[in-house]
């Protein structure tokens, strides 16, 4: 689901820390210096929903998921 992001992240010269799909959800943790970002994209039927997230450095609590 989240192919094109990840040639995405590589190509902009992102590491990949985490390359993880499980029941329909996939994620991906990078690094690029020391920003940092979380990746996430799962669906249910016809709807996918993503979230991205992006901190100038890894924070303590990596939960990217919306809130609410």
Not at 8 to 26: F, N, Q, Y
Not at 35 to 61: H, K, L, M, N, Y
Request: charged residues 15%; hydrophobic residues 30%.
């Amino acid at each position: 689901m989240l192919s094109s992001y990840k040639t995405a992240l590589l190509d902009g010269h992102w590491t990949l820390i985490v390359d993880s799909s499980s029941g329909g959800r996939t994620t991906y943790t990078a690094r690029n210096g020391n920003t940092f970002g979380v990746f996430t994209a799962g669906g249910f039927g016809g709807t996918t929903d993503i979230d991205a997230c992006a901190w100038p450095s890894a924070p303590a609590e990596q939960d990217c998921a919306r809130r609410g």
